[in-house]
């Protein structure tokens, strides 16, 4: 069973064995809902690292060699296993990350879909073979990377890490994981599941720590590739330093999502959608919608998000900001909007604390009306539940705003008509797009994964894309009898 939700030090896990750092540089892990200490989490050295890519280095060696349909076997145990605890799970990631239990439980799910994806790669990952000359056949084989790795954010410390990681060891990779430092608990649980699935000792590690460890995983000669998931600013400097380093990286970054209201929207559908979208995780996704482009008349739906934002409960419908840091950094930019004499439609600094736990983290939805596309919330990705709205005239100057947006993450359109939506669609800079949905994640065989600012490395995260990423193929040319002569490979 668990061996969290302790205040002791957290451990490593480096070649099948519970390590506790000798690192003097301690975090505490603080549950957003209450404020309560819940763990220690160590910030490892770069020596810790090298215990864990050596182990990892020998223990790949033999994974790399096992069969598919058998490693994948690990894949198909894991999922059930995770099926079975899932409530246990949300827990966690409830007590770690602030939000709610059905959110947690959501983001599960969502993993365990990633689960099945990885566990069908034998039926997917299979090559090409051509007859290219008379007795003449090319064929390409798969090999696992070696060993690779995945640092990870706070924002879904169970799901994001599975994006990558059932992919990277389904093709063959050993993978160290360097979680969030601020949602460090989900990482030891996936240790334990992966292990408890039969995975062998040293395939998987988990080193504890912050940006020491990210830059020590860039400069690794023994590390491969990473798989990055994190800000922008973070994301650019993994993705320049590891690929200095001559390392394979795909790397997402932040976002700033609009959503693109027309008069013909459905206003029911929209506005529980857009209050879905903006309000989900506390806004803490890199998914949510935080710009609205109000086309036209559209005040009666503006009015519903409101009618529906200020409903919500805090500590039922919406979960807590991860850190102080973050609290400050939201409120902050609603702080300036005020002073600048924006227009706060609904201010979440005033939000009902009655029904929330008491010493967390709890901030209510806001609406900045009327923002001009250069003011500071228009631009800036808030990573809390704030709604700026920017009032256009055309859906051509909405798609103009939303394309000078340096991110390109996701967008979506609020429209009754297939003809405006597929407008939007062709000219739209996203690389995911929803229509009527403001949380447009394409669900698997689909592969996630923005544009722009949004996206280093090229290709997609999860889906076949990912095959490409955790993998490296020889092309193998074979020819067995002299006896056709056509050309001349023959
Ligand atoms: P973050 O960039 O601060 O941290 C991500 C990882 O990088 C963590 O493991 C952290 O320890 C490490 N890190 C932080 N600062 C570093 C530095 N200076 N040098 C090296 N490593 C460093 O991100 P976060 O605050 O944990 O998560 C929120 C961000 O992640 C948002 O920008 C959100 O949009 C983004 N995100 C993107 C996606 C996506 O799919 N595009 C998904 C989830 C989250």
């Not at 990631?93 to 059905?102: D, L, S």
């Not at 080193?207 to 020491?212: H, I, L, P, T």
């Not at 013909?264 to 995780?281: F, I, K, L, Q, R």
């Amino acid at each position: 069973m668990s061996e969290l939700l302790t205040t002791s030090l957290l451990p490593n896990v480096i070649g099948g064995q519970r390590v506790l750092s000798p690192s003097l540089r301690t975090l505490p892990v603080t549950e957003p809902m209450t404020g309560e200490i819940i763990a220690v989490v160590p910030l490892s050295g770069a020596d810790e690292l090298d215990a864990a890519v050596n182990a990892a280095r020998e223990a790949q060696v033999e994974w790399g060699r096992t069969p598919l349909k058998d490693r994948v076997q690990v894949l198909f145990r894991m999922k059930t296993l995770v099926e079975a605890e899932q409530d246990h799970l949300a827990e966690i990631i409830t007590r770690e990350n602030g939000k709610t239990r059905a959110e947690s439980l959501g983001s599960v799910l969502r993993a365990v879909e990633c689960l099945e994806f990885a566990a069908s790669l034998p039926q997917i990952a299979t090559g090409e073979v051509l007859e290219v000359s008379r007795g003449v056949e090319c064929k390409t084989m798969r090999y696992p990377l070696g060993v690779t790795g995945v640092i990870t954010p706070f924002n879904f410390p169970f799901m994001v890490p599975l994006w990558m990681i059932p992919m990277a060891l389904g093709l063959g990779n050993a993978v160290i994981l360097k979680p969030s430092e601020q949602t460090p608990l989900s990482a030891i649980e996936i240790a334990r599941l992966l292990e408890a699935s039969g995975l062998p000792p040293g395939v998987f590690s988990v080193v504890n720590g912050d940006r020491e460890i990210v830059e020590a995983m860039c400069d690794h000669p023994g590390i491969s590739a990473i798989g990055f998931v994190g800000s922008t600013r973070v994301a650019r400097k993994v993705y320049e330093r590891g690929v200095a380093a001559g390392k394979r990286i795909r790397a997402l970054g932040g976002a700033k999502n609009p959503l693109v209201v027309v008069p013909d929207a459905d206003p029911e559908m929209t506005a529980a959608n857009v209050v879905a979208s903006v309000t989900g995780c506390a806004g803490q996704r890199c998914m949510a919608a935080s710009v609205l482009l109000a086309v036209g008349d559209v005040d009666h739906i503006l009015a519903l998000i409101k009618e529906k934002m200020e409903a919500l409960v805090l500590g039922t419908d919406m979960g807590a900001i991860i850190s102080q840091v973050a609290y400050e950094r939201i409120t902050g930019y609603l702080d300036r909007a005020e002073a600048g004499g924006a227009q706060l439609l609904l201010d979440g600094r005033n939000a009902s604390l009655d029904e929330a736990p008491e010493g967390g983290l709890f901030l209510g939805a806001s609406i900045i009306d009327h923002a001009s596309p250069e003011h500071e919330t228009s631009c800036d990705e808030i990573f809390g539940p704030t709604l700026t709205v920017i009032r256009c005239d055309t859906l051509d100057e909405a798609i103009a705003i939303e394309n000078d947006n340096p991110y390109g993450n996701a967008a979506a359109i609020y429209t009754s008509s297939g003809g405006t939506a597929q407008y939007f669609i062709d000219r739209v800079e996203a690389g995911m797009v929803g229509v009527n949905i403001g949380v447009p994640v394409p669900r698997e065989p689909f592969a996630f994964g923005g544009w722009n600012a949004s996206s280093f490395g090229g290709g997609d995260i999860t889906g076949p894309s990912a095959i490409d990423f955790w993998t490296r193929t020889k092309k193998i040319t074979t020819k067995w009898s002299d006896r056709y002569r056509s050309n001349w490979m023959s």
